[in-house]
């Protein structure tokens, strides 16, 4: 199944695409004034190396102060969940998470 995230932040939007645990494709831009800009354009960046389009993906979260506003987003999840699950699965030993955003700081604890 492929899935998706979508995170439109102040300053630089990103994605990643996926298939069963693996990343197909992933992008990062410079957020433009539209949310919805951004997202369909880094979406469209990170699906291209697989050959795919938004009607592939199955599921796609979206996250960032913009996440409100993505169009294709199935569901959308805070900054701080969306950080906690993806260092989880980069790093299944993580403690700590530090986010240094465009207009905000955040750390966080993770629990074992």
Request: net charge positive; hydrophobic share 40%; charged share 25%.
């Amino acid at each position: 199944m492929i899935v998706a995230g979508c995170d439109v932040g102040s300053l630089t939007s990103k994605a990643v695409v996926m298939r069963d645990g693996r990343i197909l494709g992933r992008a990062v831009i410079k957020s433009k004034a539209k949310p919805w800009e951004s997202a369909e354009a880094v979406m469209q960046k990170a699906l291209a190396p697989a050959g795919l389009g938004l009607s592939d993906v199955r599921y796609c979260v979206g996250t960032g102060y913009g996440r409100d506003k993505i169009p294709f987003v199935h569901e959308t999840v805070s900054e701080i969940g969306c950080h906690g699950k993806g260092a989880r699965w980069l790093v299944p030993s993580v403690r700590t998470v530090i986010d240094i955003g465009g207009q905000d700081c955040k750390a966080m604890r993770l629990d074992k």
